[in-house]
């Protein structure tokens, strides 16, 4: 059976609603015996649901997974409004199909199927402003230049496809399936990429998302170097390993937003707002921020001082600078007792004639660093602290918390 676009929207959306992969994959085994890793990859939900709809079409089993779902959610109003019965319209005239190795993309003759033809087939000269693509199955198409503004492009599959200097001004590409997409040099003034997956290498460099809406985006490792992102909104956002060098985030809301490892140097972040992020171990070198930001933490400011300013002699003790990236910092002759440096990257630093007693150094990494004349006297460390090579803490009086144990 081959559902009509109108059935297939209805049965997909039931199930992205009603559904998790979990709870799916629970459901086809108790309900129809059918195990959901044999069916369909782990790829994120939408394409596991894409798939099972493939599969249920090509046996036969669309009534029988519908009847199933609603017996298994009855209180879940998408899903116990879905038909009894379901028209097949493989039969119905001048109506198609397109397969694909990754999903299964119902083609009927009305203008939203004649835009998507127009896509696949792009000529490189013709304008596809306004079309709707929400989702279509768009991946590893080549769409260098190509005009897309205000497109809906929401839940659309674009994975490895190439848009490098495309207009996507204005565009919708919520939910989007984005990563490992070229974007170098993108136009995406006031788009909206909420709830997008950007993971894996996704590379926006020098791209133009002034105004953007990421929130909530997965970002994770994404090239976005040279990326003008001025008043863009990233609330929520995971920009876990992303490459943001030379970035301008001025004004931009990164509430919430997750930046584990990203790479932050050279970076303009003037009058953002840093309400609730995480910069652990974030490279923060020659990163701009205001010298009296209210909102960024007193930890994460700590750090971006220590990696930025004149550290040479001072005071810092009992401070908290664990979890960051201070990788060659200048910690000389300063006074360090009782400071935490739990799980720090300090390889390379120098704390030469440096007072860290008492300090936590726990799981630190201090390989390359420099410890000559260093006092750690009663300061603390763990199987997981790296010493520089050849390097005897306990010589130096630092105590062994494994050993007491």
Not at 275 to 297: F, K, Q, V, Y
Not at 326 to 337: D, F, I, K, S, W
């Amino acid at each position: 059976m081959k559902l009509s676009e109108s059935d297939y929207e209805q049965l997909f959306e039931a199930l992205l609603d009603a559904f998790t992969h979990d709870t799916l994959a629970v459901m086809l085994r108790v309900k129809l015996g059918v195990r959901l890793g044999d069916i369909a990859a782990e790829r994120g939900y939408r394409e596991t649901v894409f798939q099972t709809l493939a599969w249920a079409e090509s046996n036969d089993m669309v009534e029988s997974l519908a009847t199933s779902a609603k017996a298994w959610v009855p209180t879940n109003k998408q899903i116990q409004a879905l038909p009894v019965t379901f028209e097949d319209a493989g039969h119905v005239m001048g109506s198609r199909r397109v397969h694909t190795d990754q999903l299964d993309v119902f083609i009927s003759q009305d203008n939203r199927d004649e835009q998507y033809q127009i896509v696949l087939n792009w000529n490189g000269q013709d304008k596809m402003r306004n079309f709707d693509l929400s989702r279509r199955n768009l991946s590893e198409l080549v769409l260098d230049g190509a005009d897309l503004r205000d497109a809906n492009l929401s839940g659309a599959n674009l994975f490895g496809s190439s848009m490098n200097h495309a207009d996507l001004v204005g565009a919708t590409l919520a939910g989007a399936r984005i990563n490992s997409v070229q974007l170098v040099g993108a136009r995406l003034h006031e788009a909206d990429l909420s709830s997008a997956d950007l993971t894996g290498a996704t590379v926006l460099r020098k791209a133009v998302l002034a105004g953007a809406k990421l929130d909530n985006a997965d970002l994770s490792e994404a090239d976005l170097t040279e990326t003008i992102l001025d008043s863009a909104s990233l609330r929520g956002t995971t920009l876990d390993r992303a490459r943001l060098v030379r970035s301008d985030l001025y004004r931009a809301d990164l509430s919430d937003t997750s930046m584990l490892w990203v790479d932050l140097r050279e970076a303009t972040m003037l009058e953002a707002i840093f309400t609730g992020i995480d910069l652990r171990w974030a490279w923060l070198r020659n990163c701009m921020l205001d010298r009296h930001e209210s909102s960024l933490a007193a930890r994460w400011r700590l750090v971006w001082q220590v990696v930025n300013q004149q550290m040479d002699g001072i005071s810092l003790a009992g401070a908290d600078l664990s979890e960051a990236n201070l990788h060659h910092v200048n910690l000389q002759r300063a006074n360090l007792r009782h400071l935490n440096l739990y799980a720090s990257d300090c390889s390379g630093a120098s704390f030469r004639d440096a007072d860290l007693s008492h300090a936590n150094l726990r799981a630190a990494n201090l390989q390359n660093s420099v410890l000559t004349g260093t006092q750690l006297f009663e300061s603390y460390f763990d199987h997981l602290t790296k010493w520089p090579a050849g390097f005897d803490p306990l010589a130096r009086g630092a105590r062994n918390i494994d050993a007491s144990v």
